[in-house]
């Protein structure tokens, strides 16, 4: 028996969700999340054996779901209050009994005689809430219901959706990838406006004076709906932005905000003046991360376990220490980027380290779009001496180099880590 009390407090399901970044100047970050509650019943553990409809084990009681148990709320605002009716509906042959259980908002059972639902009777469940702030932008929230189905002892109920707070932007992080050094690139995005008030864009940046001089950027705004933007269709504003960045970024990882400086605007379309605070910090700004990495135009891609980058630049394969039954050949690709790659062509230089014991071929290019690839095997030859090469520098390693026919791109290292016994 208590096995079976145990099984009926079984915990509704939490909601967990990856967050996004809301943020501008005037207020920095802000979310918002459900909870914590107030219930509309005294429901407790402790009065959890007094609570349960008895009489399952031979009851002729079935519960049913006319709706679906989990509703999804879309987007509201902190301060928002929500509601929606569930229905039940008793499809069995015997009175379906049912109790209020556990539950994380405002539940209401719907008017029942005591608490019971003749055959093919229905009733509702309605949960309330409201939205108060908090670092969570997504929630989820749940009522338990126990019945004396002995199929079906508990159902869960729940309400899950986000929180925006303002703005909110799509992607969270607005990320170009890899680009070759000396290749364009593009960064779009789009920003919904959830304020009280439509807003006038200022003149678009970058937090890296760089990356600003570089770009022609483009904000076009768009009124969301449903149809084209899901869940987003409630906000009152939007804004397409398209950023085409011209070549000569410097090699490396690229983080930087991108700023939308605005003004807030009247129901007649005026600009409605800053607050002292917003004057004082320099007005409102929206900031969203922007991210990606410049690298050269020569790269490697291949099995993670085996290849990764090398420090001070250029790659590193691992073989690892090599037994006398171990495979000596390794595969992976050179990756040549840029609008030049289809008359510029990629060997194998000759300086090779230890010259003798290891051996890199080339294969056939592949153009793959905004790339070419060129399949590389790398082979290790074993002499009357064994070879040790797992040191704890670059220069340590075994090496060979790729360069090309093109005096515009840098020839590439790719560090050898390996130790072979003698044959």
Known sequence: MTKFLLSLVVAAVLGTAAGWTINY????????YFGPFTTGNDFQAADLKSSI??????????????????????????GDEGEHVFQIENAGTENLLLRLGATTCKCTLGDLERESLGPGESTEVTLSWTVKESGEPVFTQ??????????????????????????????????????????PL?????????????????????????????????????????????????AIQGFKVTVQVEPGMRQGAVSQNFQLPFKRLDGDGNLIPLTEEATAMGGEVILVRTEGKIVGLLGMIGSPSRLSGAEGGGYLYKFGRLGEDD???????????????????????????????????????????TMTLYPIEIELIRG??????????????GSIWIESDNLKITPMRIAIKFAVDAE
């Open 53 to 78: 409809p008895t009489d399952k084990a031979d009851s002729g009681a079935k519960v049913s779901l006319l709706t679906p148990p989990v509703y999804d709320f879309g987007m509201m605002k902190p």
């Open 142 to 183: 749940s009522a338990q219901i126990l019945t004396n189905d002995p199929a079906k002892v508990a159902i869960s109920l729940e309400i899950t959706g986000r929180v925006v707070s303002d703005v909110d932007m799509v992607p969270a992080t607005w990320s170009f990838g890899e680009v070759g050094t000396g290749e």
């Open 327 to 369: 495979s000596l050949k390794g595969k992976a690709f050179v990756v040549l980027r840029g609008d030049q790659r289809a008359d510029t062509k990629l060997r194998v230089a000759d300086r090779v380290v230890p010259e003798g014991v290891i051996k890199a071929t080339l294969g056939e290019p592949n153009d793959r779009g």
């Open 384 to 397: 009357k001496d064994p070879v040790e090469r797992l040191g704890t520098t670059k220069d340590d390693y």
């Open 186 to 234: 593009e960064i779009t995005g789009k920003i919904y406006n959830f304020m009280d008030e439509k807003i006038a864009p200022g003149d678009p940046s970058f937090s890296s004076d760089e990356l600003t001089k570089l770009s022609n950027i483009k904000v076009e705004e768009f009124t969301p709906t449903q149809d084209a933007d899901g869940i987003r269709g409630t």
């Open 25 to 32: 100047v005037n207020y920095g970050r802000i979310g918002g």
